[in-house]
């Protein structure tokens, strides 16, 4: 079955860089859409980045874009999420998800995704 397994999270200073990993099996990789979510506590999940099958397109929330980058190595079965100038607003679980539907429903959505990670936790100190 598809496994999404997230690493490199931690926790880090305001400022500071983290890059998250997740590398994925049971699933052609480059045939999946691959996505960034995170959730702060009390919050409900949100978007974060999204990244095409080629790698050629990407899209980042509003709330990231200038700090953070997504990125894929299809021959790794990796997708990666750099995360540059953390800010205390950016603590939360990030979890990765794969989708491979072909439908209507935006990358933006949690609901495009059909397969998930645990989750890896970020926390930025102030």
């Known amino acids: 079955q598809v496994q999404l397994v997230e690493s490199g999270g931690g926790l880090v200073q305001a400022g500071d860089s983290l890059t998250l990993s997740c590398t994925a099996s049971?699933?052609?990789?480059?045939?999946?859409?691959m996505g960034w979510f995170r959730q702060a506590p009390g919050k409900e999940r949100q978007f974060v980045a999204t990244?095409?099958?080629?790698?050629?397109?990407?899209n980042h929330a509003d709330s990231v874009k200038g700090r953070f980058t997504i990125s894929r190595d299809n021959a790794k079965n990796t997708v990666y999420l750099q995360m540059n100038s953390l800010k205390p607003e950016d603590t939360a679980v990030y979890y990765c998800?794969?989708?491979?539907?072909?439908?209507?429903?935006?990358?933006?959505?949690?609901?495009?995704?059909?397969?998930w990670g645990q989750g890896t936790q970020v926390t930025v100190s102030s």
């Open positions: 990244i095409s099958r080629t790698g050629a397109n990407t």
């Open positions: 998800a794969a989708s491979s539907r072909i439908n209507t429903v935006p990358m933006t959505s949690e609901n495009r995704y059909e397969d």
């Open positions: 049971g699933l052609t990789f480059s045939s999946y859409v």
